[in-house]
């Protein structure tokens, strides 16, 4: 195989790792929210840096890997890789966390 196509096999794969990374960080990002209640004003606050983190990274990872050129296989990658974790792995859902906390709650009652 050539090295261009290594190269850019190479790319592909680093953009789908940052879109499992980018889905992970938003689903602890979620959690945190569930377990420490917000309104909704910082929740937006906390979008709006979140996402302007991960363009400032994205942007970074174009810079490093491709001399900034935008190349449509890397953001298909990094879709990808968001689709497959969260195929593989499930979004995070607050309804299953309160699913669980209320058993644990009915199994105290019922020991008591």
Do not use: C
Not at 57 to 83: K, P, Q, T
């Amino acid at each position: 195989m050539s090295p261009e196509i290594l190269e850019q096999l190479q790319i592909l794969f680093h953009f789908f790792l940052l879109g499992i990374v980018i889905t992970l960080v938003y689903d602890v990002l979620r959690l945190l929210r569930y377990l420490i209640p917000h309104n909704h004003a910082v929740i937006a606050g906390e979008d709006l840096i979140f996402w302007i983190v991960t363009g400032f990274v994205v942007f970074d990872m174009f810079l490093r890997e491709s001399n900034g050129s935008i190349r449509f296989f890397s953001i298909g990658g990094a879709v990808l890789g968001m689709l497959l974790k969260n195929k593989l792995t499930g979004s995070l859902k607050p309804d299953r966390i309160k699913l669980y906390k209320h058993k644990d709650k009915k199994d105290e009652k019922g020991k008591v």
